[in-house]
């Protein structure tokens, strides 16, 4: 079985097709078939890997090292569809394999075209996503029709359309309903959208409309008419009050997984969506609130940390709290006595508003010498404080680097990644990094072992001595201080196969003060929360009451 469900939109961007892409995803599965998800991303940059988080949001990264748009971690998040990097193209990758055919004379001298050379390098990707157990292929189409940057994606979306027939490729249109005046809806939008569609030769047999509330029937028939989209293949994708992760369940009381597999001609089977009511019944059987602390860099954009605040959602349902998130521009925290008044609650910095004491602090990853010391307040004040904290990648080294300063009294202790001239740098470049010029896909990515210390927080966690995470990162704990930091009594609880490299950090003496150097956030699930996260807010709710 070869399906494949093209995911376009209109109108506008950030409708939310990658949550409507993967809850179809969830839906499918729930119905007992294998689905792969796919990415296309029209801009020209090879990956996400050197984007600015302020534009494009967190870089998702997959087992195998590819750096990737952040819909790829709603597709982890909603599905099981196993991801890599051929799950993530984007024009930058298209137009450099075609130019690089062009330069070996593999177009035998013939003139390279978008139509069929771009084209084709497209719907090859898209079929390398297929394996032997996949049953469905659910491609993402970036951006909105009518974008210069999408249209060879859309032209390829055509032709496998017409080259598969309808029977085994849909497409999928997701466009908005807006609302004017007072609670008027308005389908023009969506109309003009689907003939822009049909513009490019695409018919859409499935509607999503992104609207504030469910259409009605003569809306949906109005819809139809002027779609040419059978009546029962419109659909709504109204705002939730709850979670995102209701929504494949809203999909489903639509029956939207029932028209999929009737126009794709698969049999109708048995949905099991019971996983799914389970972590809603926990949602809303949440009782109490913890506040956690997120002291970062880039906390103005809620998309630089999409991954951390999903995974902490999941660990708050799993622990039964509501979790607010109490977001802290590290910089803000670097003046004497920042932290201290910031984390209490007793005294708003100039851009915070004023909140109750944090039950919890997490440092997430980050780059750049920007707000660091601010950073290492916050982890002082967790740490003299007794509060549970919790540093990723960064946040682990934030924990080194305090350590060091006011433990060892290494005042000058620093990252080299911050201050080359430091006596004491505790965090230093890795080897292999050391004459690394090109800056994208060449960090430590992707997945890796870690061996852990049992009796440690670590260990507790995952209930395993060797775990595989993710990494993204130049930096390490440096060995050359490793036996001092052992000494003074920071406990070294996780270590890379080989020993060579220190993987986590805990405070001794302390109900939960861990650091770890991989990303955990990347493979949480609101179904299965992350370990580490889980415990973390654990222990945020034990410590407050």
Request: proline share 4%; charged share 25%; glycine share 8%.
């Given at each position: 079985?070869?399906?494949?469900i093209?995911?376009?939109?209109?109108?506008?961007?950030?409708?939310?097709?990658?949550v409507?892409?993967?809850?179809?995803?969830?839906?499918?599965?729930?119905?007992?078939l294998?689905v792969?998800?796919v990415?296309?991303?029209p801009?020209?940059?090879?990956?996400?890997?050197?984007?600015?988080?302020?534009?494009h949001?967190?870089?998702y990264?997959?087992?195998?090292?590819?750096?990737?748009?952040?819909?790829l971690?709603?597709?982890?998040?909603?599905?099981?569809s196993?991801?890599?990097?051929?799950?993530?193209?984007?024009?930058?990758?298209?137009y450099?394999?075609?130019?690089?055919?062009?330069?070996?004379?593999?177009y035998?001298?013939?003139?390279?075209?978008v139509?069929?050379?771009?084209?084709d390098?497209?719907?090859?990707?898209?079929?390398?996503?297929?394996?032997v157990?996949?049953?469905?292929?659910?491609?993402e189409?970036?951006?909105?029709?009518g974008?210069?940057?999408?249209?060879p994606f859309?032209?390829?979306?055509?032709?496998?359309?017409?080259?598969?027939?309808?029977?085994?490729?849909?497409?999928?249109?997701?466009?908005?309903?807006?609302?004017v005046?007072?609670?008027?809806?308005?389908?023009?939008?969506?109309?003009?959208?689907?003939?822009?569609?049909?513009e490019?030769?695409?018919?859409?047999?499935?509607?999503?409309?992104?609207?504030?509330?469910?259409?009605?029937?003569?809306m949906?028939?109005?819809?139809?008419?002027?779609?040419?989209?059978?009546?029962?293949?419109?659909f709504?994708?109204?705002?939730?009050?709850?979670?995102?992760?209701a929504?494949?369940?809203i999909?489903?009381?639509?029956q939207?997984?029932?028209?999929?597999?009737?126009?794709?001609?698969?049999?109708?089977?048995?949905?099991d969506?019971?996983?799914?009511?389970?972590?809603?019944?926990?949602?809303?059987?949440?009782?109490?609130?913890v506040?956690?602390?997120?002291v970062?860099?880039?906390?103005?954009l809620?998309?630089?940390?999409?991954?951390v605040?999903e995974?902490?959602?999941?660990?708050?349902?799993?622990a039964?709290?509501?979790?607010e998130?109490?977001?802290?521009?590290?910089?803000l925290?670097?003046?004497?006595?920042?932290?201290?008044?910031?984390?209490?609650?007793?005294?708003p910095?100039?851009?915070?508003?004023?909140?109750?004491?944090?039950?919890?602090?997490l440092?997430p990853?980050g780059?750049?010498?920007?707000?660091?010391?601010?950073?290492?307040?916050?982890?002082?004040?967790?740490?003299r404080?007794?509060?549970?904290?919790f540093?990723?990648c960064?946040?682990m080294?934030?924990?080194?680097?305090?350590?060091?300063?006011?433990?060892?009294?290494?005042?000058?202790?620093?990252?080299?990644?911050?201050?080359?001239d430091?006596?004491?740098?505790?965090?230093?470049?890795?080897?292999?990094?050391i004459?690394?010029?090109?800056?994208?896909?060449?960090?430590r990515?992707?997945?890796s072992?870690?061996v852990?210390r049992?009796?440690?927080n670590?260990?507790?966690a995952?209930?395993?001595?060797?775990?595989?995470?993710?990494?993204?990162?130049?930096?390490?704990f440096s060995?050359?201080?490793?036996?001092?930091?052992?000494?003074?009594?920071?406990?070294?609880?996780?270590?890379?196969?080989?020993n060579?490299?220190?993987e986590?950090v805990?405070w001794?003496?302390?109900?939960?003060?861990?650091?770890?150097?991989?990303?955990p956030?990347f493979?949480?699930?609101?179904t299965?929360?992350?370990?580490?996260?889980?415990?973390f807010?654990?222990?945020?709710?034990n410590c407050?009451?």
């Amino acid at each position: 079985m070869n399906k494949f469900i093209f995911v376009s939109g209109g109108v506008c961007s950030s409708l939310g097709k990658g949550v409507a892409a993967s809850a179809l995803g969830a839906l499918l599965e729930g119905r007992g078939l294998n689905v792969r998800m796919v990415k296309c991303d029209p801009y020209i940059n090879i990956d996400a890997g050197t984007m600015n988080p302020y534009q494009h949001g967190e870089v998702y990264v997959t087992d195998d090292g590819a750096e990737t748009d952040l819909d790829l971690g709603n597709y982890a998040r909603f599905t099981n569809s196993p991801l890599s990097a051929a799950n993530s193209i984007t024009t930058g990758q298209i137009y450099h394999s075609v130019l690089e055919k062009e330069r070996q004379g593999r177009y035998l001298g013939r003139c390279v075209q978008v139509i069929p050379h771009i084209t084709d390098e497209i719907k090859r990707r898209i079929l390398a996503a297929l394996d032997v157990d996949a049953d469905i292929v659910i491609v993402e189409i970036g951006g909105t029709v009518g974008d210069i940057e999408s249209i060879p994606f859309l032209e390829a979306a055509r032709q496998f359309i017409h080259e598969y027939g309808r029977g085994n490729a849909l497409s999928v249109h997701l466009t908005l309903i807006p609302e004017v005046g007072e609670g008027e809806l308005k389908t023009k939008p969506t109309q003009h959208s689907v003939k822009a569609m049909q513009e490019m030769g695409i018919q859409p047999d499935i509607l999503i409309c992104r609207a504030p509330n469910m259409l009605d029937d003569s809306m949906r028939l109005k819809i139809a008419m002027f779609t040419n989209v059978e009546k029962n293949a419109v659909f709504t994708s109204y705002n939730v009050d709850t979670t995102i992760y209701a929504i494949p369940l809203i999909f489903f009381e639509q029956q939207m997984d029932q028209v999929v597999l009737k126009k794709l001609g698969v049999e109708s089977r048995h949905s099991d969506l019971q996983p799914w009511r389970e972590m809603i019944a926990k949602f809303e059987a949440r009782k109490s609130l913890v506040r956690i602390g997120i002291v970062g860099k880039y906390i103005e954009l809620h998309d630089a940390y999409k991954s951390v605040y999903e995974a902490l959602f999941h660990a708050g349902v799993e622990a039964g709290v509501e979790i607010e998130l109490v977001k802290v521009d590290s910089s803000l925290l670097e003046a004497d006595g920042a932290a201290d008044a910031t984390l209490n609650g007793i005294s708003p910095s100039a851009a915070h508003v004023n909140v109750e004491k944090v039950d919890g602090v997490l440092v997430p990853g980050g780059f750049g010498q920007r707000g660091i010391n601010g950073m290492v307040n916050a982890a002082n004040w967790a740490r003299r404080n007794k509060i549970p904290y919790f540093g990723i990648c960064l946040g682990m080294q934030i924990m080194v680097i305090e350590w060091a300063r006011n433990v060892l009294n290494l005042l000058d202790a620093d990252s080299s990644e911050f201050n080359q001239d430091t006596k004491y740098p505790v965090v230093s470049l890795l080897e292999e990094q050391i004459d690394v010029k090109n800056y994208g896909g060449t960090m430590r990515l992707g997945a890796s072992e870690t061996v852990t210390r049992e009796e440690s927080n670590l260990f507790k966690a995952y209930q395993e001595t060797h775990i595989w995470e993710r990494h993204r990162h130049r930096y390490e704990f440096s060995n050359k201080y490793r036996e001092t930091m052992l000494e003074s009594g920071l406990l070294l609880t996780g270590f890379t196969s080989d020993n060579g490299l220190v993987e986590c950090v805990e405070w001794p003496d302390h109900p939960w003060g861990l650091g770890v150097q991989f990303h955990p956030e990347f493979k949480s699930k609101p179904t299965a929360a992350a370990p580490l996260f889980r415990d973390f807010v654990m222990a945020a709710r034990n410590c407050k009451h």
